[in-house]
């Protein structure tokens, strides 16, 4: 019996490749099925914009609501805290002025 390397120096090279060629296992891909289509897919394909743009315009209104409520609730209570302290004032200015003692 003849080692492999001498069999394989008998056997011309392009025969291998030819043999390689014919035996090639390759399939082309499948074509795609006709899927029926999925009616969540549909609806958020077509719908997912104006939801997230209603989304954001809803947040956009309840920050804007928010400080602007803040904002109109710290002027208020600088307001009162302002007045207090007049109130206050006038109150120990009417202490200090009063009947001098001897």
Do not use: C, W
């Not at 289509?37 to 914009?49: A, E, G, I, M, W």
């Amino acid at each position: 019996m003849l080692p492999a390397r001498s069999l394989r120096a008998l056997v011309p090279r392009t025969f291998h490749m030819q043999q390689l060629r014919t035996q090639s296992t390759y399939q082309p891909p499948d074509p795609p099925r006709a899927q029926q289509p999925n009616p969540h897919r549909d609806f958020y394909k077509q719908f997912s914009r104006p939801i997230v743009k209603s989304f954001l315009i809803a947040v956009l209104t309840y920050q804007v609501l928010y400080y602007s409520f803040n904002k109109l609730e710290s002027i208020e209570v600088k307001q009162e805290k302002g007045n207090e302290m007049q109130a206050l004032e006038a109150e120990l200015r009417g202490l200090t002025k009063g009947p001098a003692k001897s």
